[in-house]
């Protein structure tokens, strides 16, 4: 089966968004149930978020690390290239 380039970027968008639902219709103890469930996500979504935020840190720190070593590393791989040795002269 030959699959062609033009067929790969065939995706179709995504559907529209769901409309809100009517809130004016709920009781007062389910608005707070689902006060209480939003807050409950939200504090997840910002735990994950501080976690991810960490992890990023970690990751660029380790990056920049690993620059100014490969960095130093070529400096002394350029000084030591360049450097002539002189031969000595048997005449």
Known sequence: MKVYICQLFLVFPPPPPIPATDLSSL????LEAMAGQERENLEARIRCLRNIQTMLDG????MQQYSSLIASRN???TNQSTTKIQKPNHE
């Open 75 to 77: 400096i002394n791989v």
């Open 59 to 62: 990751a660029i720190m380790q």
């Open 27 to 30: 009781s007062t103890e389910e």
